[in-house]
């Protein structure tokens, strides 16, 4: 985010204030004069005893030139107006001359007119510096005073009144290096209500001083360069407008630095600088008492900066509207001096709207509207206990909190951002749009309602490529995050958060949540990835992501209202050591739906192993309320109902004795548990739960490619007083190992209904209790005619069925090797291929298997044993051994069958080689050597 602030030369001025006091004091000693300049309007201009009278009239102007113009200590000027109807409306002055003007007692005018004062070598204001005028006052370091026709009251090139024509000034021209203007300790400049007090020069120090302009206006303005600052006359004075200056100076406010601006209108404070701080309990204030809207504060800078106790308001406490709130910057820096102690305050009810410190206010504690808190920058940090707040705090409703941070927004160490109510008016809503946004070391953002509240909640939207919350201290009232919770009658407001990357670790949250009689809100978080991990550094807080309807007394009444619902799209989801994902209710009102979409996975690892599920609990983010370390988890532990969990994935992971699980843990029904994932492995005790202790029991329904249970992992249903729940298993492969348990049981009720549709079950069996094996069960101690129902549907194909038993005793090996020639008749190794096997026709071609006929390419003959004339022969090809020639098989002669003989033809049961190895089919063969073909023992030598 880019503004056109450029950058600013900085030209420090270091004018210590003891030096300040003696340049009083010599003046003072010295009586040095109010000296009248040696153009024409010294022949006009009379000083008599600090009364300046005469001077040139232009229309309704009256124009004053200076060689010197200081006031000692206890001094005064007064401007005089002779005239009968005091018609003067501005009264301009130059300083001509090359001193700064130190004023140390009382500025004067008479009637209403405005004054004017330019030096372009400097102006001081001493501690005993005051106005005493009518109308509005402006102090510059310009050059000159310029007006529409162009003309200029110069104090570089005097001009003679003849060419003032005009006498309505529309701004000021500076020089390249503008002077500086000085506040010293105690100063007290004001003017009168409604009226504007402006000082614009080079770097201001505003140091102990008093600046008020009740109901009215103060411009503060540091120019660094050349150019010209325009004004536009307004009904309390003038408006400033630097859109000619290119670079700013410095404008620093400490040592307690007041400057004021509230009346029964919050009136106007405008700041334009390149650096402007405020420190040592220094402020602005543009508050509201009255009827009358408010002007609200606006600071364009490169670099804000309040730290050391130094803060800035617009609040409202009458029937007007508060002012807004507003800061346009390169950076902003809200530093606070310790942890901030208003959470424990505003919880207490004994925060004083009166006594600020530490932060940007702008709240409402009368029956007017708040302004809206809005920051532009490119860089935001907020730490060390800072505070801002938009809260309603009567019956006017909150403002807005709006950040919007081009770079990164850093909130740490125990700040508090906060657009909530205590009593009958709305909180705002809260806005934040960063590149990178980071809540640390227990910084709350909050639009949360008060527990004796009945406005409603704001809503917060956050939208930032990169999230992260991490960290609560030890001992906090309350964890670090992002919340719209409700503690009182009204709702909360919803969340959406938007991010590339979401990490919440260490006992930091993300909430949505009812804890009195208001409705809680919803809760919706986009992200390309989400990390939960871990807990708070004394083990009180869950970090993790929650919605909730929580048992709490508010005004005798109990809570009631349902939580809103809560959900996830990401690609990517882990939960782990200790985090948990919870949509909960701990009252009779209703508990939310979670739904979680997550194309690639979801992962919930536990934090320790051997910890086993605790059914009387339920988890509001608090350790002790958590069913096991790292869930995901849809609960009631009240009479309200549980809400259904549903989980899309491409793999689900449960690890290390974590769940996903839905629970009841009172009368509360148990809501629904359905899942689709392409897989789902739980390993080590990991579990997907639909449990139950009074209320009926909720169903599990998982619908996976692949199915994997290991080490002590279960799916269950288990009830204690009621009716246990069902369990629909469709996948293609279901595995489970180890002791790994699905389980529908019930104490005192009967069992649920168990039903897995599946192309294989392995490792798994039912049966009527649970063993050290992997068990599928539906019992209820009630007794057997309690049980439920398992059914299995396995619809692949049983790889028990059809096998072939083999045969105990095998064919002697030796009868079937043929016997080797002598080494003189020439025995041959012939080698036809690289062998292999063929593909299987069955299945897709891989074109990696090797595969050749190794039968023999040239056949002779001579060597086939032929036992009669060739074609009267059937020939046979030759079977190979590790490429060993065997003799040829070939079939004897047909023989006719003579019909006279009357012979019936036998169909043939076998096959033997005789001993020329011809192959005879045969109608009977020996028991010993049914369907055995040997191959000939003697080899065919040459």
Not at 429 to 435: L, P, S
């Amino acid at each position: 985010m880019n503004y056109s602030f450029p950058k600013q030369k900085y030209y420090i001025l270091w004018i210590p204030s003891n030096i300040i006091l003696t340049l009083l004091t010599l003046i003072s000693a010295t009586n040095a004069e109010i000296i009248p300049d040696t153009d024409n309007f010294s022949t006009n201009t009379n000083v008599t005893n600090g009364v300046i009278q005469g001077g040139i009239r232009v229309g309704n102007s009256l124009f004053h030139s200076f060689d010197e113009f200081s006031i000692p200590t206890n001094s005064q000027a007064v401007f005089k107006i002779n005239t009968p109807n005091l018609d003067i409306e501005t009264i301009i002055s130059r300083i001509t001359g090359d001193k700064i003007s130190l004023i140390d007692g009382i500025i004067g005018a008479d009637g209403t007119a405005n004054l004017v004062l330019i030096n372009p070598n400097g102006i001081i204001f001493g501690a005993n510096a005051q106005l005493n005028i009518g109308g509005s006052f402006l102090a510059s370091t310009a050059n000159s005073v310029i007006f529409p026709d162009g003309s200029e009251f110069s104090t570089t090139n005097p001009q003679s009144p003849p060419l003032l024509t005009i006498n309505v000034p529309i701004g000021l021209q500076f020089g390249s290096n503008p002077s500086p203007i000085i506040h010293q300790t105690n100063s007290n400049l004001s003017v009168n209500p409604g009226q504007t007090l402006a000082l614009v020069g080079g770097n201001l120090s505003l140091n102990g001083a008093n600046i008020t302009a009740a109901q009215g206006r103060i411009e503060l303005g540091s120019v660094a360069s050349s150019g010209r600052v325009n004004l536009t006359p307004i009904t309390t004075g003038f408006a400033l407008d630097y859109s000619d200056i290119k670079q700013f100076g410095t404008i620093d406010l400490s040592n307690g630095t007041a400057v004021n601006t509230s009346g029964f209108n919050g009136g106007k404070i405008r700041i334009r600088g390149g650096q402007v701080t405020l420190t040592q309990g220094s402020n602005l204030v543009a508050e509201t008492f009255g009827d009358i809207n408010g002007g609200g504060i606006d600071i364009q800078a490169n670099q804000v900066k309040l730290q050391q106790g130094a803060f800035a308001s617009t609040s409202t406490f009458g029937t007007g509207a508060g002012g807004d709130l507003t800061i346009q910057a390169n950076r902003v820096d809200v530093i606070g001096t310790t942890l901030s102690q208003l959470t424990q305050q505003l919880l207490s009810g004994s925060f004083d709207p009166f006594n600020l410190s530490n932060g940007l206010f702008s709240f409402s504690g009368g029956q007017g509207d708040a302004g809206h808190l809005t920051l532009e920058t490119n860089q935001l940090i907020v730490q060390n206990g800072a505070t801002l707040l938009t809260t309603a705090f009567a019956e006017g409703n909150g403002g807005d909190l709006i950040l919007n941070v081009s770079e990164f927004a850093d909130l740490t160490r125990g700040s508090l951002l906060l657009t909530g109510t205590t009593a009958k008016g709305n909180a705002g809503d809260f806005q934040i749009t960063a590149n990178q946004l980071r809540v640390l070391e227990g910084t709350s953002l909050s639009t949360t309602p008060s527990a004796m509240s009945q406005g409603q909640g704001g809503n917060l939207t956050v939208t930032a490529e990169f999230v992260e919350l991490r960290g609560t201290p030890a001992n906090a009232v309350v964890p670090g995050g992002l919340f719209t919770t409700t503690l009182g009658a009204g709702d909360a407001g919803d969340f959406i958060l938007n991010t590339g990357q979401l990490i919440v670790a260490d006992g930091s949250q993300i909430s949505a949540a009812a804890a009195g009689g208001g409705r809680g809100g919803n809760l919706r978080v986009n992200a390309d990835t989400v990390e939960l991990r871990g807990v708070s550094a004394d083990g009180q807080f869950l970090s993790g992501l929650f919605t909730s309807s929580s048992l709490l007394t508010v005004a005798g009444q109990r809570g009631t209202a349902p939580a809103g619902d809560l959900m996830i799209n990401t690609r990517r989801l882990s939960v782990g050591d200790g985090a948990q994902i919870s949509a909960a209710t701990g009252s009779a009102g209703t508990a939310g739906t979670l739904n979680i979409n997550a194309s690639e996975s979801v992962t919930v690892a536990g934090g320790a192993t051997g910890v086993a599920p605790a059914v009387e609990r339920v988890s509001f983010g608090i350790i002790g309320d958590g069913i096991v370390p790292s869930a995901i988890e849809a609960n009631t532990s009240g009479a309200g109902g549980a809400g259904d969990l549903q989980i899309q994935t491409g793999q689900l992971n449960v690890w290390d004795g974590a769940e996903v699980g839905v629970r009841g843990t009172a009368s509360g029904a148990a809501g629904n548990l359905d899942i689709t994932a392409d897989s789902i492995w739980l390993d080590n005790q990991g579990g997907i739960s639909a449990a139950t202790v009074a209320g009926t029991g909720g169903n599990i329904r998982l619908e996976a490619s692949n199915v994997l249970l290991r080490r002590n992992s279960r799916i269950t249903t288990n009830t204690d007083n009621s009716d246990g729940g069902n369990i629909t298993i469709d996948t293609n492969t279901l595995v489970a190992i180890d002791n790994s348990d699905i389980t529908a049981n019930a104490r005192q009720g009967r069992g649920g209904r168990v039903s897995i549709t599946a192309q294989g079950v392995f490792g798994i069996q039912f049966r009527d209790e649970l063993t050290p094996d992997s068990d599928i069960t539906a019992t209820s101690d009630l007794g057997p005619q309690f049980n439920g129902l398992v059914t299995l549907n396995i619809q692949g194909i049983d790889p028990n069925r059809g096998l072939v038993q083999l045969p105990e005793n095998f064919t002697q090996p030796s009868n079937q090797i043929a016997t080797g020639c002598v080494a003189e008749t020439g025995n041959s190794l012939v080698m036809t291929g690289r062998g292999g096997l063929p593909e299987d026709p069955s299945q897709f071609l891989r074109g990696r298997t090797l595969w050749q006929d190794l039968r023999s390419l040239n056949l002779d003959e001579e060597n086939l044993g032929e036992t009669g004339p060739a074609e009267n022969r059937q020939q046979f090809p030759s079977i190979g051994f590790l490429g060993i020639e065997s003799s040829p098989l070939t079939t004897s002669p047909r023989k006719k069958i003579h019909p006279e003989k009357n012979l019936t033809p036998v169909e043939a049961q076998g096959w033997v080689i005789d001993a020329d190895g011809n192959v005879e089919l045969v109608a009977n063969m020996p028991n010993d050597r049914l369907g055995v073909v040997d191959l000939p023992r003697t080899s065919n030598c040459y």
